[in-house]
Every structure is written in structure tokens, then in C-alpha cells.
């Protein structure tokens, strides 16, 4: 009757012997700054959530810091990075937004021995620096299968509205744009006209007005699609001119669903808060990593799904909506 012990025994001791005693595992001693926008912006609110989910599953800390919105902004974020490193935090996940004031300075971070990991912006960097990862969509492939959808709606001539020059995700998203459709137009609106719904509504219609052949708009943001689907209401072309954007809102979603904007694309800013904490972590306990950009986009929402999309969003603004 003793033999089935003796054997559960010895299959424990076997067991006991090839389980590391002193296996690094995640904690409360780890520590991530996520620096991305500020929260005022819905998308950013998803990124955190996603974050702080993580935090939670894998019980470590998470700061979530953002430049103030009347600062520069590259400056701002080279400002939180070097804060984050002297307050030795474990880890650092952000957005490379302005690549020639931040590489510097995550180099700095990643040789004073931090965990860094790009999320939402950086893939053509994180390598260069020495992040773990890049978390994120492809950029020119969100100008690409923009195009696409829009031509098989019958689009040809495009204007490509680009709210924030001289950023390196905006100008793939057009290049892309222009890659899929035969003619795109790019629209790049100084700061004060981004800005201003009436100005930026006004830059459109204009372009619309000098060009009666262009059947499409693709908007970088969610904010600017409503100023967009007024513009080409200002011009009486809602019969002709078709408008699709970028990421999401509450009123995006609506106007989706209800058949007034074709399309948005989606990058999941929930999921990128959540994998870049997750990826960071991993790192420091496991010496783990993924050897390729870990995507969370591009998405497409159009009218088969914007309706669930919208009852998802509802439990606590997950998919960027607001």
C-alpha cells in the first residue's frame, strides 16, 4: 500500500529538482514609466488603461506621464525621459514621436541600463536605439489599405489631410495613401489652423473647391473627420466625395455605422499600453523579447462592425473612444 506514495514522492522530488529555486518573477519592485499624450485625448486614456491592465495582471507599478499641452512637445518628452532615468525606474515605454530630440536621449536611457520599449510610434527606430520592442501598427500600410478600401468604393483623387507636419507617422500614412490611389493631394495644416475647427474645415473646403475631380478625404485623426464631412457638406459633394480617417471617437463610430464616414482605422491603443508594460517586464524578469514589431493595427471599423465596436467601447472606453 506504500507504493503509490513512494511514487508520487519521487515524481515531486523530480519535479522540485527541475524548477529553478531563484526564478526572477515580476513585482512591486518593478517599475515602468509610460510616457505618451496627454489624457485630454481619448486615445491616450485607451493606452493608459491598456497599461495600468497590465500593471495589475502581472502586479508591477506603472506612471503614466504626459507633456504639458502648451509646452514643445518634443522637448516636453525629452524632459520625462531623462526624469523617468533619474528616478531609476526599471522601464521606460513611450512614443518616439520627434525621432531627432528623443533618440538621443533613449539611447542614454537603454546605456543607463533601462528597459526601454517604443509603443505607438518609433518602428523605424527601435532597433536604432536599443528599445526591446516596438509596439504599434505599420504606418505606410495604414496609408495602403486606406487607399485600397477607397478605391474599391470608387475613389481615384484623394486629399490627404496631415494635421502635424514634419511628424514622421503622418507623412508614411499619406506616402501610403498615395502608393494605393492614383492622385492624392496632401494638405499640411500649420499649428494655428490644426487648431481651429473653422480653420481646418475652411483648408478643406478650399481644396475641394480647386480640384472638382477629387472623391475622397483620409483624415490623420479623429477629430479632424467631423471637421472633414463639413467641409465637403460646405460644398455641397456629399454625394461625390467620400471621407475616412485614422483612429476613433464616439462620434466617428456613430457616423460609421450610420453611413457617413466609409471607413476608420483602428491601431488598438489599448492593446499598446497593455503589450508594451507587458514586453518590458518580461525583459527584466525573463531576458524575454519578441524579435519583431509586436502590431496592434492597422484595423479596419467600417459599417459591418463600427455597432459592436461602439458596445465594446462602452466598458470604459477600451477602443479609443470617447
Known amino acids: 500500500m506504500r507504493k503509490p506514495v513512494i511514487l508520487l514522492l519521487s515524481i515531486a522530488l523530480a519535479a522540485s529538482a527541475c524548477t529553478p529555486r531563484h526564478q526572477a518573477q515580476p513585482g512591486p519592485d518593478i517599475t515602468v514609466s509610460v510616457i505618451a499624450g496627454p489624457l485630454s485625448d481619448p486615445f491616450f486614456g485607451a493606452l493608459k488603461s491598456g497599461a495600468e491592465r497590465a500593471a495589475a495582471d502581472l502586479r508591477v507599478r506603472v506612471d503614466y506621464l504626459a507633456p504639458a499641452a502648451s509646452g514643445e512637445l518634443g522637448a516636453e518628452l525629452v524632459r520625462l525621459t531623462r526624469s523617468a532615468v533619474a528616478n531609476k525606474v526599471s522601464a521606460i515605454a513611450l512614443g518616439d514621436y520627434y525621432p531627432d530630440q528623443q533618440d538621443p536621449e533613449i539611447r542614454k536611457a537603454v546605456d543607463a541600463g533601462v528597459t526601454v520599449v517604443l509603443v505607438n510610434s518609433g518602428e523605424p527606430s527601435w532597433q536604432k536605439v536599443g528599445a526591446a520592442a516596438y509596439v504599434g501598427q505599420d504606418e505606410q500600410r495604414v496609408g495602403e489599405l486606406a487607399g485600397q478600401r477607397m478605391a474599391e468604393a470608387g475613389g ?5 489631410v496631415n494635421h502635424v507636419p514634419g511628424s514622421p507617422i503622418m507623412a508614411q500614412r499619406c506616402a501610403g495613401l498615395r502608393a494605393a490611389l492614383s492622385h492624392v493631394t496632401e494638405i499640411t495644416l500649420a499649428s494655428a489652423e490644426a487648431t481651429d475647427p473653422t480653420a481646418t474645415q475652411q483648408a478643406i473646403s478650399g481644396a475641394l473647391t480647386a480640384d472638382p475631380l477629387v472623391d475622397g478625404v483620409f483624415t490623420l485623426g479623429s477629430g479632424f473627420a467631423e471637421r472633414a464631412m463639413r467641409a465637403v457638406d460646405s460644398v455641397k459633394r456629399t454625394d461625390t466625395v467620400r471621407v475616412a480617417t485614422t483612429d476613433l ?17 483602428d491601431q488598438q491603443p489599448y492593446l499598446q ?28 471599423v467600417d459599417r459591418v462592425n463600427a455597432a459592436s465596436v ?13
Not at 481615384?156 to 490627404?160: M, Q, S, T, Y
Not at 453611413?259 to 482605422?265: D, N
Not at 461602439?310 to 470617447?322: E, M, S, T
Request: aromatic share 4%; with cysteine.
Open 249 to 265: 471617437s464616439t462620434g466617428v463610430l456613430e457616423s460609421v455605422r450610420d453611413g457617413k464616414l466609409l471607413f476608420a482605422v
Open 310 to 322: 461602439l458596445a465594446h467601447n462602452r466598458d470604459g472606453g477600451i477602443r479609443g473612444a470617447r
Open 273 to 300: 499600453g497593455y503589450y508594451g508594460v507587458q514586453v518590458a517586464v518580461q525583459q527584466i524578469a525573463h531576458g524575454l523579447r519578441p524579435t519583431s514589431p509586436v502590431r496592434t493595427g492597422p484595423l479596419v
Open 156 to 160: 481615384r483623387r484623394a486629399l490627404c
